[in-house]
């Protein structure tokens, strides 16, 4: 694997990995905190990246582009939305599906955005 493909990621992936433990910080010493949040962020994060660019890579012509652009934003929402009836829902919080599903979009455009220059920087000529 070549890691200059996946640069961008390296560099987002700690960011966001940050931004999601951070919004507890109280209860960042808690091992089921802990383990949770990686889980969010391996469904939201790290799944739909790497599915995503082993899909782009089978796609020729034009189509490469879009789908670099909209497939981790799908999946994204697709792991976030199996997180929220995996792990929220159980618990019984109050939040519903259509507050948590928003927060799959920004982490799901960047993807997308990282996964195209990607695509398009390393293109086979």
Same mark, same amino acid.
Request: aromatic share 12%.
């Given at each position: 694997?070549?890691?200059?493909?996946?640069? =961008? @990621? &390296?560099? @987002?992936?700690?960011?966001?990995?940050?931004?999601?433990?951070? /919004?507890?910080?109280?209860?960042?010493?808690?091992? =089921?905190?802990?383990?949770?949040?990686?889980? %969010?962020?391996?469904?939201?994060? /790290?799944?739909?990246?790497? &599915?995503?660019?082993?899909?782009?890579?089978?796609?020729? =012509?034009?189509?490469?582009?879009?789908?670099? &652009?909209?497939?981790? %934003?799908?999946?994204?929402?697709? =792991?976030?939305?199996?997180?929220?009836?995996?792990? +929220?829902?159980?618990?019984?919080?109050?939040?519903?599906?259509?507050?948590? &599903?928003? $927060?799959? +979009?920004?982490?799901?455009?960047?993807?997308?955005? +990282?996964?195209?220059?990607?695509? @398009?920087?390393? $293109?086979?000529?």
């Amino acid at each position: 694997m070549n890691v200059q493909k996946h640069i =961008g @990621f &390296l560099i @987002f992936l700690p960011i966001y990995g940050y931004l999601k433990f951070a /919004v507890a910080p109280a209860m960042m010493a808690q091992p =089921g905190y802990m383990m949770t949040t990686a889980l %969010l962020v391996i469904m939201t994060a /790290v799944i739909p990246y790497f &599915l995503s660019w082993f899909l782009v890579q089978k796609i020729e =012509g034009y189509a490469r582009y879009g789908a670099a &652009l909209v497939l981790p %934003l799908v999946l994204g929402a697709a =792991g976030l939305a199996t997180y929220y009836f995996l792990i +929220i829902v159980p618990m019984e919080t109050p939040l519903t599906l259509a507050k948590v &599903l928003p $927060r799959s +979009i920004t982490p799901g455009v960047v993807l997308g955005l +990282i996964l195209l220059a990607s695509t @398009f920087l390393h $293109r086979e000529k």
